[in-house]
């Protein structure tokens, strides 16, 4: 599985591991308006090699963005990073990940909802140095708190 994880992390990302740009962010705005029904999926994992506790810290950040559906505040966060630390950090696919976040905005969607959030250690019980991962939805709910 290590060995199909880090092709499909090769197919999705710059070979320079968590260098995200703001134009990812920028093409998300640039969604074209239609009366179509679309779906824009973002896959990314989150932080990186930190114990639980800090990991769980650090992920909350992201998940606050996603339930807020707040792409701006998650790309203020990328950039308190320098590019070769955001993957580590906050998320290696974050800058696609926001770029459909705008998109999702720009085609209407006013709301987050984080579906689950865990990391490795929750499966491997090795919680000395996890990777965090998030399933999340952005639309216009009618049930929101």
């Given amino acids: 599985m290590a060995g199909d994880h880090a092709h499909h992390r090769a197919a999705e990302r710059p070979p320079h591991g968590g260098a995200e740009h703001r134009e990812h962010a920028e093409h998300g705005e640039q969604a ?7 779906l824009l999926i973002a896959s990314t994992d989150l932080s990186h090699y930190f114990d639980a506790p800090a990991a769980e810290v650090l992920d909350r950040r992201v998940v606050d963005c996603v339930t807020a559906a707040d792409p701006e505040r998650l790309l203020q966060i990328f950039e308190e990073y320098p590019e070769g630390e955001r993957g580590r950090f906050v ?11 705008l998109a999702a905005r720009a085609r209407g969607a006013r709301h987050g909802r984080v579906l689950k959030y ?27 708190h």
């Fill in 32 to 38: 074209e308006r239609t009366n179509k029904k679309i």
């Fill in 91 to 101: 998320a290696c696919g974050g800058g696609p990940a926001i770029a459909v976040m």
């Fill in 118 to 144: 865990m990391h490795s250690g929750q499966i491997s019980g090795d919680n000395s140095g996890v990777v965090g991962y998030l399933a999340g939805a952005l639309g216009s709910f009618t049930d929101v």
